[in-house]
C-alpha cells in the first residue's frame, strides 16, 4: 500500500490513549461549586494559618471580577465554574507516609502502570520524587539527602505550615495573585503543588522531579509551584505528567513561578502527556497554566518544555530579565493530533542591561489539531543592549491540521536586537520513501524524521528525560499500523 | 537473482516502461544506459518500490520470490538497495543514527538481535576507511547541506553497512568531479562479491570505465532495445543514441 498522508491521518485518528484507566481510591471531596465559604474550606481542610487564607481570599475576591479570557487561538467550551468540585484529596487516615509500605497499594499500582514506580525511582541516578496525585502529596524521597546541604524539597501546604517566611515573601512576587484570570483562580483554591528552596552557592546534586497526575472525575486540579534558587545556586528542577482517560473536560489551572536570585540557575523541564481527549474531539483536559520566572543580576532561567497532551492547551512560560546580564532561554516542543489544540510559546521581558533570551520553539501538528506560537519579546526602554533570538518551526502531517506563529515584539530601545526566524514544513513522502528503502517502515520513519526535527530540544533536557520524551513523541504519533 | 519480465508501468497514467526484461545473476554487474526520459530512473523505482509508479503488467522476481506485490521496506528487508540519484535530507537525525535504525529494521525482520553498540561503531569504522569517509561526517544531520559529492558517498557508505545482494546505482556519477567518481567506483568495486550483483544507471560511460560491467543494456522510450558487452558502452559514446533509434524504428 502506498504510503499517503490520508492513510497517516487515518492511522494517527486511531491512536488511543496509552494511559487510559481509572483508580478508585476514596475521596475526600468538598462540594461543587465556588464561593467565600469554599476558599475558606479549602484553607482550613489544610490547617493554614490566617494570612494565607486572607490571601486566597483576596485572590478569589479578584478572580470574581475579571472575565476568563478569549485571545487566544483556541475554541472550547468555557468551563461552567460553579459545576467544579475544588478539592479533593486520596483519603487516608494519616496525612503523611513514613514510608513507601505505608502507601495504598492501589495507588502504587497506578504509579507503576505509568511506568514511575517509587522503587524504579528511588534507584535512578539521584532523582528525588515527589509525588502530586489529586492534589496533596503522598511520597517524597530523598528529603534527607537534600536536607544536608540545607535544600528544601517539600509540599507547598508543608511550606505553609514550616516555612512561612519563604513564601510569604516569595509567593505572588512573580505571578502576582490577580496577575491574570486562571491565576487568579488558582491563588484562590490552590490544593496543592511543590515548594523548593536551594540556599546561597548551593549546587542542588539531584535533578527534582514530581510527577502531576488528576485523577478523581470531576475535580480541577490547581497545583502550585514556587523554586527559589537564593545567590549563586543552581537546581534543575523536573514536572512530568500524566492523567487517565475521563470523558467530560477537566479543569487545570498551574501556577508556577521561579526566583532565581544574582548568579542563580534554574532549570525547569515539563514533559506534559494529560489526556487529549479521544479521535472525535471528546473529553480531554483543559490546560490553563501560568508559568513565569525572575531573574535577578546574571542569573539565568532555562524552561524546557514538552507539550503532547491535553486538549487545550494556553501556556506561556515567561522570564522577566530584570537584573543585569540575565539570561532566558524557552526550549519547546508542542505536539497536537486529533482535535487538540495548543497556544503556546513564552514571553522574554528584558529589564535590565545586557539581557540576552533566547527562544526555540518546534510545533507539531496532526490530525485536526491546531497549534499556535505566541511569543512576545520585550525590551524596555531603559534595557540597553537587550539580545533576543528567535526560532519557530513548525512541521505538518495531513491537510487538515494548522500551525500558527504570532510573535509580537515590543522594542523601546535602540539599542535591542531582536532577530526571530519562522519556517513551516511537511513530512514528505520522498523522506518516507528513502526511509523505507532503507528498511524502516511508515511508523518507524515518521517517529525518526519527527524526533530529528525535534533534536534541539530534546538535547536540552537531562537525560532520562529526553529518552521518555522521545518515547512520548512517539507514543502520540503512533498508528496502529499492520 | 533478479528477474524483470514483461514489466509495463505507469505514472500519473503515462506509460514509461513498455515491456522490461532483464535477467541478473549474482556476481555480475549490469549496466543500463539511455538518454534522458527513456526511463532509466523509473525502472530503479520500480524495482525498488515506490508507490508513485503503477505497475500494469509483468512481474519482479527477486531471489525466486515474485516481490511486485511488497512494500519499499520489505524489498529492503529481502536486501535490495537503492542509491538515489537525488537523496532527501531528514534534518536532525545522524547518518550514524540513520544507519543504526535502517541496520536493525532490517535484522529485526530477519529475526535477528539489534546490533550491539560496539559491533556497529567496529563496522562504522571498518567501512568509513574502506572508502575514505571522515568519521565527524557520520555525526552530520542526514545530507542536510551536503555537496553533490557528499551524498553520494554517503548512499554508498550506505550501502556498505548493509550488505546488500542487489544494488541499483542510480545516476551515481552525476555531480561527481572526477576525483569522487573514483572513490565511490573503488568503494563499489571492493565490495563486490559472488553473491551480490549490482545495477548501474548512468548516461555517460565514463563511470563505466572505472566499474566495469559484464552487461550494458540500452534503454530507449521505455524498452530495452540493445545488450551487450562493455564495448557496447564505448561505442555509445562515441555515436550516441541516434543509430539505434533508426535501428529500432527499421525493425
Same mark, same amino acid.
Given at each position: ?5 490520508q492513510e497517516?491521518?487515518?492511522e494517527l485518528e486511531?491512536?488511543e490513549?496509552e494511559?487510559?484507566f481509572?483508580t478508585d481510591?476514596?475521596s475526600?471531596k468538598?462540594p461543587k461549586?465556588l464561593?467565600e465559604?469554599?476558599?475558606? $474550606?479549602?484553607s ?6 490566617e ?7 483576596? $485572590? ?5 471580577k475579571m472575565?476568563e479570557?478569549d ?5 472550547y ?9 475544588? =478539592?479533593s ?14 502507601v495504598?497499594p492501589?495507588l502504587?499500582d497506578?504509579? @507503576? #502502570? ?6 524504579e525511582q528511588?534507584?535512578?541516578?539521584g532523582?528525588a ?9 503522598v511520597a517524597?524521597?530523598?528529603?534527607? @539527602? ?7 524539597f517539600c ?5 505553609i505550615?514550616?516555612?512561612?517566611e519563604?513564601?510569604?515573601k516569595?509567593?505572588?512576587s512573580v505571578? *502576582? ?5 486562571f $491565576?487568579?483562580?488558582n491563588?484562590?483554591?490552590f490544593?496543592d503543588?511543590?515548594f523548593?528552596y ?7 546534586p539531584?535533578e527534582l522531579s514530581?510527577?502531576?497526575r ?6 480541577g486540579q490547581?497545583?502550585?509551584t514556587?523554586v527559589i534558587a537564593?545567590?549563586?545556586?543552581y537546581v ?8 487517565p482517560m475521563?470523558?467530560e @473536560? ?11 536570585l544574582d @548568579? +542563580?540557575e534554574i532549570? =525547569?523541564s ?5 489526556f487529549p481527549?479521544?479521535k472525535e474531539g #471528546?473529553?480531554g483536559?483543559?490546560n490553563f497554566? &501560568?508559568k513565569r520566572?525572575l531573574c535577578?543580576?546574571n542569573a539565568?532561567?532555562s524552561? &524546557?518544555q514538552?507539550e503532547?497532551?491535553?486538549a487545550?492547551t494556553?501556556?506561556y512560560?515567561?522570564?522577566?530579565l530584570k ?7 524557552f526550549?519547546s516542543?508542542?505536539l497536537?493530533n486529533?482535535y ?5 510559546g513564552?514571553?522574554m521581558?528584558?529589564?535590565g542591561n545586557?539581557?540576552?533570551s ?8 496532526a ?5 499556535s506560537?505566541?511569543?512576545l519579546?520585550?525590551?524596555n526602554?531603559r534595557?540597553k %543592549?537587550?539580545?533576543?533570538?528567535s526560532?519557530?518551526d ?6 487538515k ?13 535602540n539599542s535591542a ?6 519556517t513551516?514544513?511537511?513530512?514528505g513522502e ?5 526511509? %523505507?528503502?532503507?528498511g524502516?517502515?511508515?511508523?518507524k520513519?515518521?517517529?525518526l524524521?519527527v524526533n530529528g526535527?525535534?533534536?534541539e530540544v ?6 532520562e528525560?529526553a529518552?521518555?520524551a522521545q518515547?512520548l513523541l512517539?507514543i502520540?504519533?503512533e498508528?496502529s499500523?499492520? | 537473482m533478479l528477474?524483470?519480465?514483461n514489466?509495463h ?5 503515462e506509460e514509461?516502461?513498455k515491456?522490461i526484461?532483464l535477467s541478473i545473476?549474482p ?6 544506459m539511455? *538518454?534522458?526520459g527513456?526511463?532509466k ?8 518500490g515506490? !508507490?508513485d509508479?503503477e505497475?500494469q503488467?509483468?512481474d519482479?522476481?527477486f531471489d525466486? +520470490?515474485n516481490?511486485?506485490e511488497?512494500?519499499?521496506d520489505e524489498r529492503a528487508?529481502?536486501g535490495i ?5 537525488y537523496?532527501v535530507s531528514?534534518?536532525g537525525?545522524?547518518?550514524t543514527n540513520?544507519i ?5 529494521q532490517?535484522r529485526?525482520s530477519r529475526?535477528?538481535?539489534?546490533m550491539?553498540a560496539?559491533?556497529?561503531l567496529?563496522?562504522?569504522r ?5 572508502l575514505g569517509?571522515?568519521r565527524?561526517?557520520l555525526?552530520?544531520?542526514l545530507n542536510? %547541506?551536503?555537496?553533490?559529492?557528499? #551524498?553520494k558517498r554517503?548512499e554508498?557508505f550506505?550501502m $556498505?553497512?548493509l550488505e ?5 546505482l542510480?545516476?551515481?556519477d ?8 573514483? &572513490? ?10 559472488e553473491? %551480490? ?6 548516461h555517460y ?5 572505472y566499474?566495469?560491467?559484464d552487461v550494458v543494456h540500452v ?9 551487450g558487452?562493455?564495448?557496447l558502452?564505448?561505442?555509445l !559514446? ?9 535501428e529500432t524504428?527499421n525493425?
Amino acid at each position: 500500500m502506498a504510503y499517503t498522508e490520508q492513510e497517516l491521518e487515518k492511522e494517527l485518528e486511531h491512536k488511543e490513549y496509552e494511559y487510559g484507566f481509572y483508580t478508585d481510591i476514596e475521596s475526600d471531596k468538598l462540594p461543587k461549586g465556588l464561593n467565600e465559604d469554599i476558599v475558606r $474550606a479549602i484553607s482550613k481542610k489544610k490547617n493554614e494559618p490566617e494570612w494565607m487564607t486572607e490571601w486566597r481570599l483576596e $485572590a478569589y475576591r479578584g478572580w470574581e471580577k475579571m472575565q476568563e479570557p478569549d485571545w487566544s487561538n483556541v475554541n472550547y467550551e468555557k468551563p461552567d465554574y460553579q459545576n467544579i468540585s475544588y =478539592y479533593s484529596s486520596p483519603n487516608s487516615s494519616k496525612p503523611k507516609y513514613d514510608s513507601i509500605d505505608e502507601v495504598d497499594p492501589e495507588l502504587l499500582d497506578t504509579f @507503576n #502502570k505509568l511506568g514511575i514506580s517509587l522503587e524504579e525511582q528511588k534507584k535512578l541516578a539521584g532523582v528525588a520524587v515527589d509525588v502530586v496525585m489529586d492534589s496533596t502529596s503522598v511520597a517524597t524521597t530523598f528529603k534527607k @539527602n537534600l536536607a544536608e546541604k540545607g535544600i528544601i524539597f517539600c509540599s507547598i501546604s508543608e511550606a505553609i505550615q514550616e516555612y512561612p517566611e519563604l513564601v510569604k515573601k516569595y509567593m505572588g512576587s512573580v505571578v *502576582p495573585k490577580n496577575d491574570n484570570f486562571f $491565576a487568579a483562580l488558582n491563588s484562590a483554591v490552590f490544593s496543592d503543588g511543590s515548594f523548593c528552596y536551594i540556599p546561597k552557592g548551593v549546587k542542588c546534586p539531584m535533578e527534582l522531579s514530581t510527577y502531576f497526575r488528576i485523577n478523581e472525575s470531576g475535580t480541577g486540579q490547581f497545583e502550585r509551584t514556587l523554586v527559589i534558587a537564593e545567590d549563586s545556586s543552581y537546581v534543575s528542577y523536573l514536572e512530568g505528567c500524566t492523567a487517565p482517560m475521563r470523558d467530560e @473536560n477537566q479543569l487545570h489551572a498551574a501556577v508556577v513561578e521561579l526566583v532565581a536570585l544574582d @548568579n +542563580a540557575e534554574i532549570k =525547569y523541564s515539563t514533559v506534559q502527556n494529560w489526556f487529549p481527549g479521544d479521535k472525535e474531539g #471528546k473529553g480531554g483536559v483543559f490546560n490553563f497554566v &501560568t508559568k513565569r520566572g525572575l531573574c535577578e543580576k546574571n542569573a539565568k532561567i532555562s524552561w &524546557t518544555q514538552v507539550e503532547t497532551g491535553s486538549a487545550v492547551t494556553w501556556k506561556y512560560p515567561s522570564c522577566v530579565l530584570k537584573g543585569d546580564n540575565s539570561i532566558g532561554e524557552f526550549y519547546s516542543i508542542a505536539l497536537t493530533n486529533n482535535y487538540q489544540q495548543a497556544d503556546t510559546g513564552t514571553k522574554m521581558i528584558h529589564l535590565g542591561n545586557d539581557t540576552k533570551s533566547t527562544i526555540i520553539s518546534k510545533g507539531i501538528s496532526a490530525g485536526r489539531s491546531q497549534n499556535s506560537y505566541r511569543g512576545l519579546v520585550k525590551a524596555n526602554s531603559r534595557a540597553k %543592549n537587550a539580545r533576543n533570538f528567535s526560532q519557530c518551526d513548525s512541521l505538518l502531517m495531513g491537510n487538515k491540521c494548522g500551525a500558527h506563529t504570532f510573535p509580537y515584539i515590543e522594542a523601546s530601545s535602540n539599542s535591542a536586537q531582536i532577530e526571530h526566524e519562522a519556517t513551516t514544513s511537511k513530512i514528505g513522502e520522498d523522506q518516507i520513501f528513502y526511509c %523505507n528503502q532503507r528498511g524502516i517502515d511508515e511508523e518507524k520513519a515518521i517517529a525518526l524524521i519527527v524526533n530529528g526535527f525535534s533534536k534541539e530540544v530534546l538535547n536540552k533536557l537531562p537525560m532520562e528525560f529526553a529518552v521518555e520524551a522521545q518515547k512520548l513523541l512517539e507514543i502520540s504519533l503512533e498508528g496502529s499500523v499492520g | 537473482m533478479l528477474q524483470i519480465k514483461n514489466l509495463h508501468a505507469t505514472v500519473e497514467g503515462e506509460e514509461i516502461l513498455k515491456g522490461i526484461n532483464l535477467s541478473i545473476k549474482p556476481g555480475e554487474v549490469h549496466a543500463i544506459m539511455g *538518454p534522458n526520459g527513456s526511463g532509466k530512473s523509473t525502472l530503479a523505482s520500480v524495482i525498488a518500490g515506490n !508507490e508513485d509508479y503503477e505497475v500494469q503488467e509483468g512481474d519482479i522476481i527477486f531471489d525466486k +520470490a515474485n516481490i511486485s506485490e511488497l512494500s519499499p521496506d520489505e524489498r529492503a528487508h529481502k536486501g535490495i538497495f537503492l542509491s538515489f540519484q537525488y537523496p532527501v535530507s531528514i534534518p536532525g537525525v545522524s547518518v550514524t543514527n540513520f544507519i543504526k535504525t535502517s541496520i536493525n529494521q532490517i535484522r529485526k525482520s530477519r529475526g535477528l538481535e539489534e546490533m550491539s553498540a560496539s559491533d556497529m561503531l567496529k563496522t562504522m569504522r571498518e567501512k568509513s576507511k574502506l572508502l575514505g569517509i571522515d568519521r565527524k561526517f557520520l555525526s552530520r544531520s542526514l545530507n542536510e %547541506n551536503f555537496s553533490g559529492g557528499e #551524498k553520494k558517498r554517503n548512499e554508498i557508505f550506505q550501502m $556498505a553497512m548493509l550488505e546488500p545482494k542487489l544494488a541499483i546505482l542510480d545516476e551515481t556519477d552525476s555531480g561527481l568531479d572526477i576525483d569522487a567518481l573514483k &572513490t565511490v567506483a573503488n568503494g563499489v568495486n571492493k565490495l563486490r562479491t559472488e553473491d %551480490n550483483a549490482t545495477l548501474v544507471i548512468t548516461h555517460y560511460q565514463r563511470l563505466l570505465d572505472y566499474i566495469v560491467p559484464d552487461v550494458v543494456h540500452v534503454l530507449l522510450d521505455g524498452k530495452i532495445v540493445k545488450s551487450g558487452d562493455k564495448d557496447l558502452a564505448l561505442k555509445l !559514446e562515441r555515436e550516441g543514441y541516434d543509430w539505434l533509434k533508426t535501428e529500432t524504428v527499421n525493425a
